[in-house]
């Protein structure tokens, strides 16, 4: 611990009964007022003034150190309280992180015995303090450290797991892509406690993404107290689609047609996902009356590639439009229309069958 000057209730402008909820208003306020970076015209000055608040705290908040201090003072806490390893007392920005989640300045610390100074900032949080005092006992027994563990692990528990959410997307826009806006509320912790926070995150769909798909904004969840925020993770959801389904990169379309259109060919008009029309020829052959052409009978699949969804991994391919057939038979038929039938498919009596 620094030698200083001054009783360590009037650093911290409180009086000698001070419950430890004056305590850590106090520090609260004055860690805030003081930290070297809200002080950049004043920082020797603030530096000196936020340590001396650190100290002032780190003994007050701690019973026994706090019983030996009102009884000898600072000697007394010298001469009875030594410090592991003869170093230097709990970093200051340490303090600050139980209060505040993490130190949120890149305020550098050059205190203490041995080194220079640690700059840190983000998400990374700061090292448990050396001091022995109640907060780096609390968090060694966290640990299950004895009294010299912990010093290079963090004072902040490891962030929950991340928080999914389901970002429910058509098969349009997973066809096209689609830039998706998403208000998100959430707790955060900072200088003044706890609150709730709103943002919106902009989340860009790539045309050809599945089902499952997950986009990950680190530090976007809830947080708590002395804890570091989850990650928010939204998974892509697909809506079902009145005409199509979706078959990995494939496209599978249903087109039911009588037994008439079945055998003498039809045209099939489907609107494609990009909102094209698409006009697929069924058994019409080609313009030669004597060409062969496949006979659509109920469970017969045609395949139309490059029409299916695009492949994310692959720009400018995609899957298969996969069109399956039902066919719609009369009910009753009169005898005439049967003899004329049997007549006109007799030729191909030896021909394959579906």
């Given amino acids: 611990m620094m030698g200083s000057t001054g009783d360590y ?7 000698r009964s001070a419950t430890d909820d ?31 608040i650190t100290e002032a705290y780190n003994v007050l908040s701690d019973a026994d150190k706090r019983a030996v201090y009102d009884q ?15 170093g230097g007392g709990g970093g200051s920005d340490d303090i600050f992180a139980e209060f505040f989640g993490s130190t949120p300045f ?31 006992r609390a968090y060694r027994r966290a640990q299950g450290g004895g009294a010299g563990a912990g010093a290079a692990s963090s004072t902040m528990a490891p962030p929950p797991p991340p928080v999914e959410s389901r970002l429910a997307c058509t098969l349009e826009e997973l066809y096209m892509g689609v830039t998706k806006k998403m208000k998100i509320s959430r707790n955060v912790v900072d200088a003044n406690g706890m609150k709730t926070e709103s943002e919106i995150l902009s ?4 045309p050809g993404w599945k089902k499952g798909t997950k986009i990950t904004f680190a530090g976007k ?12 993770v939204f998974v892509v959801d697909e809506k079902p689609h009145h005409v199509y389904r979706r078959d990995g990169n494939d496209l599978l379309a249903e087109a039911r047609v009588t037994l008439a259109e079945a055998l003498g060919g039809t045209v099939v008009v489907l609107a494609a996902l990009d909102g094209r029309e698409l006009a697929v020829d069924v058994g019409g052959g080609g313009e030669d009356d004597d060409e062969d052409a496949p006979v659509v009978c109920p469970g017969y699949e045609l395949v139309l590639p490059m029409e299916g969804m695009p492949i994310a991994r692959e720009p400018g391919r995609r899957g298969s439009l996969r069109i399956r057939f039902d066919v719609a038979f009369p009910e009753r038929l009169t005898r005439r229309q049967r003899a004329q039938i049997k007549r006109a498919l007799e030729d191909d009596a030896g021909a394959g069958a579906c």
């Fill in 9 to 15: 209730y009037e650093i911290l402008n409180v009086d």
């Fill in 22 to 52: 004056d305590l850590r208003r106090a520090y609260r306020r004055l860690a805030m007022r003081w930290h070297p970076d809200k002080n950049p015209a004043g920082k020797a000055e603030a530096e000196a003034r936020f340590k001396k």
């Fill in 72 to 86: 000898y003072g600072e000697e007394g806490l010298r001469g009875e309280v030594p410090q592991p390893g003869g």
């Fill in 106 to 136: 890149t305020y550098c610390n050059t205190a203490g015995g041995g080194g220079g100074g640690n700059a840190r900032g983000g998400r990374q949080p700061p090292p448990p303090p050396k001091w022995d005092s109640g907060f780096g």
């Fill in 203 to 206: 989340i860009e769909v790539k």
């Fill in 221 to 232: 969840g809830n947080q708590q107290w002395n804890q570091l925020p989850a990650d928010l």
